[in-house]
């Protein structure tokens, strides 16, 4: 910068300093000025009908004037809350809506993980109440045509009309006569409260043409956003089809195809419902889930942006009432089934007969264990004995027909032998078959077992990143069963493994190699050419849990450890203590005997008569083509 710019900028800075000065108002000026300010409002004061509590200033707004002739000042967004020792809601005059929500009785993962860093036993923390979302993170609305025109209640400035400790009312002047007001009344220790719309003056109003939207941006609570975002939708009920819901992965949106009898903005641990007294019609109802981009400043801090707009069935504006109740609270099994409106349908235990067996029985017999004073850990690790002691006769069973397949294995493997050309398999499988038969042994047998076993193992998959009980419960180096527990946190992340080492997955996927190994034995190669082998597949399969597993909730993997490790330990003792191989080996040996003598063999099942039928056509179509 050259001389004379320097001189000409600091010029200018003289002119407007001067400027200042010399034009600023006298101290009679400024004194006349503050006390015609002080006299207007007190004029308003004196005209304004409504009670400041709990009053917070955002901004200034408008003047509205009520069809009583009664001048009402809405100057400012003021904020009033509504609490009970579990919620705390913040309510706002812009749009006479609730803006705020706490739960009082919970905390979020980064307060909860901050307060163990600090030397704080988990048992002894006290929450320090946890935002489900905050001002600016929610909008409920009413959109209303009148006189030509649709108003909608979030743009407004409503006046408080009236609060007590349990009661707040807002109202919106629509004047000739014409309001709106919104009722809204807190229960004492519960988790919802009743909403009341009263439509006053209004006249008749077109059909289907009256909605509430309801948006919500929840806050992050959990430690990983990834896995909470993973579970968070919208589910809504059907009156005619029952529950149905967005997809949790990506964006979805879908129309109601019947009334809707409540709507859920679910996350992984705590929801919002509500329901209305008489269901939303179908008609213009509809739901929208979305996923923040990158960019978007909520991306690192919410989970999803929740959008439901829904037609209320109403057509008389002339004083009218619209009543709903509005769910804030944890996805707590017992909690969500009191309010008996099938709430907890959202809870993904799985469909069919997997949610069947959560629901009675693995879901009771932990509530009973968790609530007579049994840490989660432990309830964990007595619910899996339980288990594996109930499938003990199974997986004899299992052990039994592997112990026979494995004493057929040289006989089965010299058939193979004997007819290794492709067109001899039909002679290879019937005379399988047929040694099957005569030694009482079945390749199916274990089958069964299997099956009974596979919808338990499947439900409990479901059952426990589902269970709220888990929830910031820690157990051994597991700070919170309900996520990921990390021995090791590398700093930087790893592309399909993530940032951190997870012992309970390692655990996991350890036991289950060594389960495999001493099941190896058992498990027959393929025959056929170009067939996978089962074995590298067996083998495979823990490396890939180590991957898949490393980000799941630790009570999960804590579970499925303790579970493989009973079954290598109930396999070892069914193998040296209950079953003995050689008396088995004698067993089969007498029936091949007894078939071969013209003795009494056990009949043929009718699976076994298909198959051998089957087995004939087959090698009669093979005759006919040759010839």
């Known amino acids: ?18 400027f200042l000065m010399f034009n600023q108002p006298s101290k009679e000026d400024v004194e006349k000025q503050e006390k015609a300010i002080k006299e207007q409002v007190e004029k308003e004061k004196k005209t304004q009908k409504a009670a400041i509590v709990d009053k917070k200033v955002v901004k200034s707004d408008s003047l509205a004037v009520d069809t009583t002739k009664i001048a009402v000042v809405a100057t400012k967004t003021e904020f009033f809350t509504l609490e009970n020792k579990k919620l705390k809601i913040q309510f706002s005059t812009k749009g006479g809506k609730v803006s705020g929500v706490t739960l009082k009785e919970f905390e979020s993962y980064d307060s909860y993980a901050g307060k163990l860093k600090k030397g704080e036993k988990s048992k002894n923390i006290k929450p320090n109440g946890l935002d489900l979302f905050r001002d600016g993170d929610a909008v409920n609305q009413l959109e209303i045509p009148i006189d030509g025109k649709t108003i909608q209640t979030g743009e407004q400035n409503f006046i408080l009309k ?18 709106i007001e919104q009722i809204y009344q807190i229960k004492n220790d519960a988790y919802d409260i009743d909403y009341k719309i009263q439509l006053i003056g209004l006249g008749n109003l077109p059909e289907n043409k009256v909605k509430f939207k309801w948006e919500t941006d ?18 809504f009920n059907n009156k005619e089809e029952g529950i149905d819901y967005l997809s949790e992965i990506g964006d979805d949106e879908a129309e109601a195809e019947t009334s809707i009898d409540w709507i859920s903005h679910k996350q992984s641990y705590f929801s919002s419902f509500i329901r209305p007294e008489k269901a939303f019609s179908k ?17 690192k801090t919410h989970l999803k942006n929740y959008s439901s707009i829904v037609t209320i069935p109403v057509t008389n504006g002339n004083n009218s009432a619209i009543s709903m109740n509005w769910y804030f609270g944890p996805n707590d099994y017992e909690t969500l089934k009191s309010y008996g409106q099938g709430y907890d349908d959202i809870l993904n235990y799985g469909w069919g007969l997997f949610r069947w067996i959560n629901l009675y029985a693995v879901q009771p017999l932990f509530n009973f264990l968790v609530t007579n004073g049994l840490g989660v850990g432990w309830a964990i690790l007595l619910l899996t004995l339980i288990i594996k002691f109930v499938l003990m006769p199974v997986q004899w069973k299992m052990f039994s027909s592997s112990a026979k397949m494995r004493i057929l294995k040289p006989e089965i ?90 012992l309970f997955t390692l655990l996991m996927s350890a036991t289950t190699l060594v389960f495999t190994y001493l099941n190896s034995n058992n498990m027959q190669q393929p025959s056929q050419p170009g067939m996978p082998n089962m074995k590298v597949i067996m083998y495979v399969f823990p490396v890939l849990m180590i991957f898949f597993f490393n980000n799941y909730s630790s009570g999960l993997s804590y579970y499925y450890f303790i579970s493989t490790l009973m079954s290598i330990v109930i396999m070892l003792m069914i193998k040296y203590f209950f079953v003995d191989e050689n008396k088995i080996r004698e067993k ?8 071969a003598t013209g003795g009494k063999v056990k009949k043929k099942s009718k699976f076994q008569e298909r198959i051998e039928m089957m087995q004939k056509m087959q090698q009669e179509q093979m005759k006919n083509r040759k010839k």
């Open 413 to 502: 493997e010299e058939i193979n032998k004997k007819h290794p050309a492709k067109e001899d398999a039909m002679k290879r499988q019937m005379e399988t078959m047929s040694l099957y038969r005569e030694s009482g042994a079945s390749p199916f047998a274990g089958c069964l077992p299997m099956l009974i076993q596979m919808p338990i193992l499947l439900a409990v998959f479901r059952f426990f990143p589902a269970t709220f009980e888990l929830r910031q419960k820690p157990f051994l180096w597991a700070e919170d069963l309900s996520s990921y527990d990390s021995i090791w946190d590398f700093g930087f992340n790893v592309w399909g493994y993530g940032d951190h080492m997870s």
């Open 1 to 18: 910068m050259d001389r004379n710019s320097i001189i000409g900028y600091t010029l200018i800075g003289v002119v407007l300093v001067s």
């Open 218 to 235: 929840f806050r992050r609570t959990e430690r990983l956003l990834s896995e909470q975002r993973r579970v968070s939708t919208i589910c």
């Open 162 to 179: 009236e609060k007590t400790d349990d009661k707040i009312v807002f109202s919106l002047n629509l004047g000739n006569n014409k309001s």
């Open 588 to 595: 089969m040996a007498a029936r091949k005997q007894a078939a």
């Open 283 to 299: 008609t213009g109802s509809g739901f929208k889930i979305r996923e923040y981009e990158e960019n978007d400043s909520l991306s």
